[in-house]
């Protein structure tokens, strides 16, 4: 089961770093996307990575602030949040899959199971 962690209260402008872990089991050999759902509105796919790294895609509106890498060893996907916005408020989820071709679209439709989300908050 994967477990999103890190969220918290933050300023505009401000940083948060965002942990994927799986819990009983391993990413290994799966692509990870960070997904977010912000109140009233439809989850949208924030970035994903392959199952080694060398592959990421991000989402038009978090390119140059967030940044998507994975430590295997720790079994552990992470997403550094820089120069937040409120608008980048939401409830924020990973979700694997070995699919990268499927992955990369990030398309919320193609995930039927959601672990726990971390929520984010930016505000003054």
Aim: aromatic share 10%; glycine share 14%; hydrophobic share 25%.
């Amino acid at each position: 089961q994967l477990q999103a962690s890190g969220g918290g209260l933050v300023q505009p402008g401000g940083s948060l770093r965002l942990s994927c872990t799986a819990s009983g089991s391993t990413l290994d050999g799966y692509g990870i996307g960070w997904f977010r759902q912000a109140p009233g509105k439809e989850r949208e796919g924030v970035s994903c990575i392959s199952a080694g790294g060398g592959y990421t895609n991000y989402a038009d509106s978090v390119k140059g602030r967030f940044t998507i890498s994975r430590d295997n060893a720790k079994n552990t996907v992470y997403l550094d949040m820089n120069s937040l916005r409120s608008e980048d408020t939401a409830v924020y989820y990973c979700q694997a899959d070995r699919s990268l071709l499927r992955l990369r679209r990030l398309h919320r439709g193609d995930y039927d199971y959601w672990g726990q989300g971390t929520q984010v908050t930016v505000q003054r």
